[in-house]
């Protein structure tokens, strides 16, 4: 079964530095995986997908993930940080065993930033 | 373009109530719809998806139901709340298909009291 595994609940970074948000996998597949961030009382906002087109995948705001088969991570970075990216981001993987394609998450990663 | 619409934004109901959280699509048609709990620390919980009128699937055994009655509309429904049903409800849809992104619609917070 696929499922997705987000290392840290809560990173801290200063205004200006570089934000590094760690993603790994497990699929029996090929996967689909997403990030989505979340701001407080919100729903989840689609930030990037990896559809095997392009290892390097740049999604909105500045952020961009890189997929790494060898290490089954998908890590999403932004080179530098703004107060505005302070919010949740979750990492997701397609179910591809479900009829229903639902998307599983990870527990999310809280994103604090510090001026 | 597409939207989706979720209501009530917030509901406090006492044990035992019974819940209705509805949800609705626009710009589309036949999508693939979810309900999603998300609880503090645990990310999102997929608690039922329906990929036709009528067509529910359910992912956690609970005192939860949902239905499909139009094909643009999913309610999310509970004939009496437990303590532990409360958290935030995240309705989304996709075009179906693997691989789909899903897009969510702005949540209802529940607290049972």
Redesign the interface.
Same mark, same amino acid.
């Given at each position: 079964a696929q499922s997705v595994t987000q290392l840290g609940s809560h990173v801290s970074v200063s205004e200006g530095a570089l934000v590094l948000l760690r993603c790994n996998y497990s699929s029996s597949v090929p996967p689909y995986l997403f990030w989505y961030v979340q701001y407080p009382n919100q729903g989840l906002q689609l930030l990037l997908k990896y559809t095997s087109a392009a290892t390097l995948v740049k999604g909105i705001n500045g952020f961009e993930a890189e997929f790494k088969k060898s290490e089954t991570s998908f890590h999403l970075t932004k080179p530098s940080a703004h107060m505005s990216d302070a919010a949740e981001y979750f990492c997701a993987v397609s179910d591809g065993n479900q009829a229903g394609t639902a998307l599983i998450f990870g527990k999310g990663t809280t994103l604090s930033v510090s001026s | 373009s597409q939207t989706i619409h979720?209501w009530p934004a917030t509901l406090v109901q006492p044990v035992g109530s019974p819940l209705s959280l509805e949800c609705t699509v626009e710009g589309t048609s036949n999508p693939?719809l +979810?309900w +999603?709990r998300q609880a503090a620390?645990?990310? &999102?919980q %997929?608690l039922f +998806?329906?990929?036709g009128i009528g067509q529910i /699937?359910s !992912?956690v055994p609970q005192n939860l139901s949902a239905s499909r009655p139009q094909d643009r509309q999913f309610i999310l429904s509970s004939k009496k709340l437990l303590l532990s049903d409360s958290g @935030?409800y &995240?309705c989304?849809w /996709?075009s179906?298909?693997?691989?789909? !992104? %899903? @897009? @969510?619609? !702005?949540?209802s917070?529940l607290t049972v009291l």
């Open positions: - | 979720q693939n +979810y +999603y620390g645990r990310g &999102l %997929l +998806y329906s990929v /699937s !992912e @935030f &995240l989304a /996709s179906g298909g693997w691989g789909r !992104e %899903l @897009f @969510f619609g !702005e949540g917070r």
